[in-house]
C-alpha cells in the first residue's frame, strides 16, 4: 500500500504541481550539516536540519533564520538528489544567509518528513510546532537567541503561524503568497477553487476538495536509505484515523465549522507588531490576492514590509524583474533578526501594476484611494456551468474613458437575486480595448442569497484612456471555481459595484519590469467581445477626475 501511495505522491509532484520539486543546493554551497529531534508539549517528535556556516566553531553563536515546512522530506529532492542524503533546501535562500553569517534551521511539520504525528493542516499541533521550533532553535548554544521565519506558501503560512502564537526568540517573519485562513484558501464564500495542473496546464483542474488528500500523499514520502533510524520510524508512520479525520476536515466547504474557525489566523495576528516582510502576486494561482490584504491593513505597529504586484506563487528572487528584492530581503532580517544598526532599503510598500511599472507607496491601498459605485444592468441568468452561452451572463459596458484611470485595490458587489440557495454568482470586471478585447481584472463569486455580497480579488491595473471598464454577472468561471450546476433561473433585480480608483496620479519610481505572469494573463485571460454586446450592454459612468502626482 505505501508503495503505491508513494508512486502516487510522486506522480502528484511531478504531474500536478503540488509543490515546487525542491532540488541540490547550489553546487558551490559550503556548510556545515546535523540532524536533531525535538519533542512537541504534545510529544510529537520533529526532525530538524541544522546548516551551519562552513567552518565556523559550535560556540559561535548566529542569528537564525528558520522554514519550518511539511515540504522538506529527505527524499523530496526528486532533482540533483545528493547521493550520501541530507537535507531538502531547493527553492531556500540558504546560500544567502549562510554568507551572511546565518545559521539556517529547516524544520518537519509534524507527520512530514522526519517528524511523527498527525498532520494538522494550520491547526493547533502545527502552531505548536512552530512554536516549539522557534523557542528551541532561540535557546541554542549556537544561537544569538534571535530568529527569523522565513517562506514561500505553506512555509509562509507557517510564518504567520509564528506570529500568532508568539514564541520567545520570534524576531521577524518574512511570508510570501502565505495563507491566513486556509478554507478560504480552498473555497471563496464556500466555492471550491480550482488549482492548476503544472506544468501540463495553468488551467484549473483539481478542486480545492483535493488538497487534503494531495497532502497526506505528500505526507507519505518516505525515508531517505541513509537517514537515521528514528527519520524512518517516523516517516513509516500512518494513523488511519488520524488521516480519515484529516480528509473528512478539509472537504468541509463551511467556513463556520469548529475546525476552519479554530485555524483562521486573521483574529489571532490582528495587531501584530512583530516585523512582517510580506508578498502577495495579484496574479498568483494557488494563493490568491483575498484575505491577505485584508489582514495587512490589520496589522499592529511595526517595521513591517510589503511587496504587492503582476506575479505567481513566487517570492520576487527571480522573475519580478526586480534586482533589489534580495537585498531588501536580507537587509531586513539584518535589522530585526541579526540586530545590525542599518537602514532596510526600499519603501514600506513595493507595488508592481498590470502595466509592469513599480512604485513606492506608504499603505495598500492608499489613502487617496477613492470608491466609484457603478449600477449593473439587471437580467436573467441560468445557472448551468460548462456550456458557454448567452443565457449564463448579463453584462455591462461604460462608455471610452476620456482619462486615464487606475484600479487599485479590492472591489466589491453588492446584488439583489431570486434564485435557489445552491446557484452562484460570480462578478468579473474586465479592460475593454478600443477594439472590442477584453481582459479579465478580477473575479469573485458567492453563493445566490436575497442580498448577495461578492469580494473580488485584490489588483492594481491602470486603465488607459479610450478603454472601458466592463462588468459581467454570471453563473461561474469553469476554470476558476468547482461548483455543481443548479440547472435553475438567477433574477438580477439590483447590483451595484463598487471600483476603487486611485485619486492621484502615480509616477513609478522604482527598477522593475514585465513579469513573466503578464503576458500569461493578457493570453489566457482576453476575449472579444462583439459589437452588439459593447452597444447594448453601455452605461454612462461619472467617473472621477485625477489630480496630479
Known sequence: MRKVLW?????????????????????????????????????????????????????????VVM??????????RLTLPRPQGGPSTGDLPVDMFL???????????????GSNGCPDYGGP?????????????????????????????????TGLMGLAEHPNGLA????????????????????????????????????GDMAGFEHLLIATTPAYPTDSAEYKANASSIDPACYAHYLAETTNHDANSDWWRDRDLMDKVRGNTTPLFLGQGFLDYNTRADRIIQMWNELGPGEHKAWFGQWGHQDCSSGCGTPQFDSELLAFFDRHVAGKDITVPGPRVTVGSFDGRYRSEAAWPSADTRTLPVDLNTGRYNDRGLTPGADREIWTVTQPLDADQHLSGTTTATLTLDGPPQATVTVEVYDIAPDGRATVVTRGIAPVTPTAQVRLLAQDWPIAAGHRLGFRITDVVDDVWSHTPAFAPVTVTAARVDVPLLGIVRTPDLPGGETD?????????????????????RVTVDFPTRTGG
Open 7 to 63: 508512486r502516487a505522491v510522486v506522480c502528484a509532484l511531478l504531474v500536478a504541481g503540488v509543490v515546487a520539486v525542491p532540488g541540490q543546493a547550489g553546487a558551490d554551497a559550503q556548510f556545515q550539516w546535523r540532524e536533531e529531534f525535538i519533542t512537541s508539549p504534545d510529544g510529537t517528535r520533529l526532525h530538524v536540519d541544522v546548516l551551519r556556516p562552513a567552518g565556523i566553531a559550535d560556540d559561535v553563536r548566529t542569528p
Open 67 to 76: 522554514t519550518v515546512s511539511p515540504y522538506r522530506a529527505h527524499l523530496m
Open 99 to 113: 554568507q551572511a553569517g546565518y545559521t539556517y534551521v529547516i524544520v518537519d511539520l509534524r507527520g512530514f518528513g
Open 125 to 157: 499541533g502545527e502552531r505548536s510546532d512552530v512554536k516549539t521550533a522557534v523557542e528551541w532553535a532561540a535557546a541554542q548554544p549556537w544561537s544569538s537567541g534571535r530568529v527569523g521565519l522565513e517562506g514561500v506558501s505553506y512555509e509562509a503560512w
Open 172 to 207: 521577524a517573519v518574512a511570508a510570501f503568497e502565505p495563507v491566513p485562513d486556509p478554507n478560504s484558501y480552498l473555497y471563496m464564500q464556500g466555492i471550491a477553487w480550482k488549482f492548476s495542473l503544472k506544468p501540463i496546464s495553468e488551467d484549473g483542474f483539481r478542486p
Open 517 to 537: 505572469s503578464i503576458p500569461k494573463w493578457r493570453n489566457r485571460k482576453t476575449i472579444p467581445l462583439a459589437p452588439d454586446l459593447l452597444n447594448n450592454a
